[in-house]
């Protein structure tokens, strides 16, 4: 009886019955690499979990087999007796309903075993996950959509739940209880169990049948939803351009052609799979009604066999052996218990490879390679001790290089201090198609260095190569004389500011986002870099000052403030080396005097690299390096480089004649 | 409940689908509840009386029930789906007309996504839930009463141990099932924000290697599953419960009838058949209380996704054409006469704050101004994007909101900030200025704007493929297109919001020397951030902080304004800020 509650359980998951088996390459290693990772944490609970189905299953078994017993060997016995004695059928119930207890406690066990396997499984997935994706270097994400990665933790992971929750012991328990009921009906009677078997491929090929027909329309059905969907976005996104142009009649009519053809499809899809569903119930009850027919005929030749029976069915019950009227009232309701898991089986086995094909997801996010670290010098603080830099325990607001040589087994400490080298540096996303050409270039500490060029010359991508966002091809970075490849990168990246082209925010207070630059920074500390980011005056200004909550990226504030903090953040971090990639074109020019009087104080004393289009930015730099198409093409400062009157004179001269135009 | 309900009215011509759907389920409950019945009668009647015939002529009767069940269960199958479909269909259709009377502030504070949400998912979901209800809630409860009553009729006695046995188990149910779909929200609250933690750290993975903070993010992330996994295990704990709830019943039950059924059947009240037949029942009846339940959590389940969609279809638009509209515009002189704007009632503080701006027809004005200072809701009240709060907009001398909708937005033409290409060629695009535009026109449109010269480039030239979103042209190309598209409606107002900041300075020349050449007597608003956009204009406004800072001409501002002449220098002169961005 357990099985037949669990049918209904499964309903609540998925509708989609006779939907198309998404492909998936190799079902069987998938599924036994989600079952180790099952094992791994929670091997004795599905040891226990497999127990409490068998003993589920068996007593279920019994409990139906009492039928029998209760007609045969009690009631029929007792009919037309003068004083019936119930003490021995009263035993056999007490007997039964220890079976139904023991079944009841180990299907209640079952349960909640399963429910912490696959909770727990599933909260270690997600931690691995997330830590890896963590872990993988920034190729990755720059590879592969964001919506892509999210919906591994979605819908993904939701598929693998009704899996591990559903799917599994439901199949368990259907393969054990197809098993002992195809047993037992052997046991009662062969040919009553023939019949039964033949119903079932009935069954099977009807419902294959209208699976595959369904399957045909499902793909129909996904391609005009697809349809539909991809013009609802298009249009919701300008629909605002519609009511401007008035263009509504027009968008209707589109809308309900490409409606009605949904509906057409959608109707077909689930006309097939809705059938599906009294097919295998009504044809359950014909193998139900022929078993009832031959049954009968064999309980009656067996119960008048020595009346006037017919000659066949004597002949019959002697082949055969006897069916008893209780016997065939167990038979019946095996009849039943038979047809039902075989469907479960097929339909679980659709569920469990569309499951898979998301486990294939999960499992190709955790093969991907992590970011590889072999750096070994590390940043430690310090302090002056008789002339020599030595390493401090405590913070002393002075860093040094704690650099080991295996050489002569010695360690050298050698000061933080924002010297920066490129030497002839080749770099590209792919080993075949180089986008940065024979970078040289050399920032001495405290100096500023503008890049300067039209979008996509490549200089975003310089900065993302000093703190090894990328690994570069050919060449050598050196930071402090260093080669960044021998320095962790976590003290690496440790020890540079950076303000992204775009600004992301975290859910949290204003603080929180501050406080991100350095975590153990206090109060003071947070306003003092508002203050100096010139954002201190605008989050006074929100409704709760620093503990205004920040929700969607910041989606409560201007672009301008959320720079602003961007540079605040940047600024409680206090590192030697600054990276400001600014992106102000979307500011208008009095914010942004704003958030670059805010960089400006940034910048002082720090070695900076700044992307830059204003001029105010660029000529107080120390160096501006002019690029196009990958390769620096001129190098100097504002002054040598009007003089050399090449393409940096062109840009600056170009736009100042538009202006007058 | 009544809401729950709300989205049948969409039903419509599907009606009588729907009513007869769950009639099919109805007969087919009934073919499969006469079975058992039928059962019996074979082992009493047929067996007890050695009466093969009778055993023969039964089996046929039922197999001949069993097929027309099966008739009736594929009809219900086939009514069902053409109902679910045709009521998802209508659902669509009337959110997708009702969204196209809205107004901007309808959209607004809706969102995008949100509507998109509501047109898909939203909508599937009740197609799904609304199949399950037409089979699952009618044949349920069908199944239990007409078990019920069956049972009733062979046996009065053993038939009230059912009915007592669905009180007991309908209480012990309903009360675990709202517990648990209680805990379920919750689960879904939680489950949102990890989804949300994930995709923070997905978009801001740079900021997160940058600074060195993948462990930390691990740690909150950790808690955060952690959570999750707390509040699964509760919610999943008392679902544990159900089956053997149930199982228990269903036992406690099965024992009864067996010790009652054989004193009965000895003493000769109740029949072995009879008593076979009622044990089927049993199974029948709880199995069905069992399904209600799980129907009733679905539905609380679909219960978000309805109130969304009714949110939608009851959505009456703010902005509505008056009764006797006024159908021509007679030129394009605009009037602001002391307006307040505020793009929600219950703001503090208004966007626009008591302004009083006359503009002549013919002329050309420049806007500038600090972000926020609300540039573009100024403009967009001119084309009745929105309804002003107090005060009144005047386009021709006629109040915007006597003008019929269509009349003044097609003679008042916005190129918006936030504009978009639709996907179709580029001469599909344009005619959404003007259907009936011959190519010829289209072609001169895209002269004045400066598109012409790169649209001959194109392989296709006029018939190239516009991706969705015009995501294949880049952003400077596509604001021409933009305003090539607002040229073609020939309107007597022409404002272009922010329009050409992709556009590099000499084009963007180019395209303000066309408009004075070509267009002299349309009115001309220009919003833009670089001051060579607008100091040719016949005058400007300085906006600042939802009012008018100043209006008057380029002298007369250079000389007299602080906040133009600090942009003016600041872009132009000796202390020029160059622009070092190409565009392209």
Redesign the interface.
Known sequence: MAEKVKEVKAFGGRGARGAPRPKVKNPGVLFMRVMRYIFKNYGVSMIVVFACIIITVFANIQGTLFTKTLIDKYIEPMIGQDNPDFGPLAGAMARVALFYLTGIVASYVQARTMAKITQGTLKNLRIELFEHMESLPIKYFDTNAHGDIMSVYTNDIDTLRQMISQSIPQLLNSAITIISVLGSMIVLNVPLTIVTIIMVFVMLFASGAATKASGKNFVAQQKNLGKLNGYIEEMMTGEKVVKVFCHEAKTIEDFDKYNNELFEASFKANAFSSILGPINAQLGNVSYVICAIVGGALALTTASSTGAGVAFFLALTHLFGSLSIGGLASFLTFNKNFSMPINQVSMQFNSIIMALAGAERIFRLLDEKSETDDGYVTLVNSKMENGKIVEASEHTGHWAWKHYHQADNTTTYQPLEGDVTFNDVDFGYDDDKIVLHNIVLHANPGQKIALVGSTGAGKTTITNLINRFYDIQDGKIRYDNININKISKKDLRKSLGIVLQDTHLFTGTVAENIRYGKLDATDEEVKAAAKLANADGFIRRLPEGYDTMLTGDGANLSQGQRQLLAIARAAIADPPVLILDEATSSIDTRTEKIVQDGMDKLMMGRTTFVIAHRLSTIRNSDCILVMEQGRIIEQGNHKELLEKKGKYYQLYTGNKTDITA | MSELLSPLAQLKEFKKTAIVSPLWMIG?VIC?MI?PIL?GK??DE??GN?D?GY??ST?IL??GI??L??F???M???T???A???L??NL??AM??N??????AN?DKFS?SG??TR??TDVSNI??AF??VL??AVRAPMSMIVAMILAFYLNARIASIYLIAVIILSIIMGTLMITTTRYFKKVFERYDQ?????????????????????D???NK??KA??N??EM??KA??R??????V???T??VC??LI??I???M??SGSLT?GQ??SL?AYC?NIL?SL??VS?IF??LTMSEASVRRIAEVINEKSLLTNPENPVMDVKDGAIEFKNVDFAYKKEAKEPVLKNINLSIKSGESVGII????SAKSSLVNLI?R?YDVTSGSVTVGGVDVRDYD??TL??QV??V?Q???L??GTILDNLR??D?NATQEECIRACQMACADEFIERMPERYNTHIE??GSNVSGGQKQRICIA?ALL?KPKILILDDST?AV???TD?KIRKAFNDEIPNTTKLIIA?R??SVENCDRIIIMDNGQINDFGTPNELLERNE?YR??YE???GS????????K?
């Not at chain 2, 969204?99 to 901007?104: A, E, R």
């Not at chain 2, 801001?204 to 600074?211: N, S």
């Not at chain 2, 202390?575 to 190409?582: I, K, L, N, T, V």
């Open positions: 087919e499969e079975i059962m074979i082992v047929g067996i050695k093969m055993i023969a089996g039922m197999l069993a097929l069940g099966l009736c269960g594929c219900g199958g086939l069902r789906s053409k679910s479909a045709g998802s269909r669509r259709k997708h007309d969204i196209q009377t809205f107004s901007f959209i995008t509507l998109v047109l898909t197609q799904n199949m399950m089979s699952m990890l989804n949300e933690s994930v995709q923070e750290n997905v978009s801001a993975i740079r900021v997160v290697k940058a600074y060195v903070r993948e930390y993010e691990n992330f950790k599953a952690g999750i996994y699964f295990l999943e704990m679902l544990a419960c159900i089956g053997p149930m199982t228990t269903i036992n099965i024992l067996s010790w059924g054989a004193h059947i000895v072995t008593l076979m044990l199974m199995m069992m399904m799980m959590v679905m101004g600090a972000t926020g084309s994007l909708i269509e937005r097609n033409s916005v918006l936030k504009n978009e639709f996907s959404w200025g259907p969705q979103g598209r409606k900041s590099d300075t000499a020349a951030q001051i060579s906040i600090e942009i600041s872009q132009t202390s020029a800020d160059a622009d070092f961005d190409e392209n």
